[in-house]
């Protein structure tokens, strides 16, 4: 266990405060973040708290905005579609994010998929513990932090998880409040990503279907996160920083905010556009583009209004070995990633924390 949390640990329960008890208690009750709040609390529990240092941050500076990029024509005129390319390249080289909008992708698909999510996590909590488990190779699971027994906080969020491919799941296994809007959306997503990675594929100088081809778009897992009214937001993090890990990932955010990312030393915000979705790649593009692209750090901050509710896609897969692509590098660009079994790689991102400005892909440098 980390050493932090042994004396957060030492120091609650020398106060008479017994933290694995009440994670315990936490996890048992299947009611996760949401039914903390229901029950009238005023002060978070002590397992969600981080140090206050680690939630500040200055306001974003208007010279410092993530770019906002217009797919509308993007492949009926020549001319916008190098131009497209060209902001992808430059945004994904510079921020690691983007927001995109004309994507093709309807206002009602898009609001039906949060009123889904919302209908679950605001549903009944005796249908919500039927999904309820940390086991990570079931297709549809619903939880609180996956990984609460061994995180040095946990996040002020619940999460409902889909993994739409390979091999997605039957219909009849997902919530019936969000079954038809989850089919219809994660069409959708599957639609625009592969709109996406021919374009960061010719970004990146190559052919239009290197990625696709590559299998970029074979794996789809979707997680729909709740972030509940926080009554100390001072105090938690909606999500602590990370970096994702897989090659790119397509969110849609509501109306709150609290999104932010990582850029020039300080924390940008991420502000939500009516209709946009907000994309940004991962550990996995990073690796494969052997650094040309960023995996950025990013994190939700806890917020005294909500609920908040995102649907974050993650396209990857890790039952190959990846390195940076061949046709990349050369005598003045030469690998600076190893080849990496992707299954040791996932292993160490699911059991490693992120610490120190160190990612799990820096531990692949060579």
Known sequence: MDSSKTQLDL???GSGYDIEKEIKAFDESKAGVKGL???GIVKIPPFFVVPENVVSSEPTPAHLQIPVIDLKDAHGDPARHEKVIQEIRSALEIWGFFQVVNHGVSKDI?????EGVRGFHEGKNEVKKEYYTRDVKKKVTYTSNTLIHKTKAADWKDTLYFRMAPDSPHPEELPVV?????IKYTAYIRGLGDTLLKLVSEALGLNPDHLIESG??????IMCHYYPPCPEPNRTLGSKSHTDPDFLTILMQDHIG???VFHQNQWIDVPPIPGAFVINGGDLLQLISNGKFKSAEHRVLANHIGP???VASFFAIYDRICGPIKELLSDENPA??????LMEYIAQYMWKEQDGGVTTLDRFRL
Do not use: N
């Not at 898009?110 to 949060?114: D, I, Y």
């Not at 969000?178 to 989850?182: A, K």
């Open 37 to 39: 709040v229901d029950s």
């Open 11 to 13: 120091v609650l329960k």
């Open 216 to 221: 970029c778009d074979k794996g789809l897992k």
């Open 308 to 310: 908040r509710i995102s």
């Open 110 to 114: 898009m609001e039906g998929m949060v």
């Open 336 to 341: 600076v990633y190893k080849e990496v079994p």
């Open 178 to 182: 969000c079954r038809e809007t989850t």
């Open 258 to 260: 609290g999104l932010q």
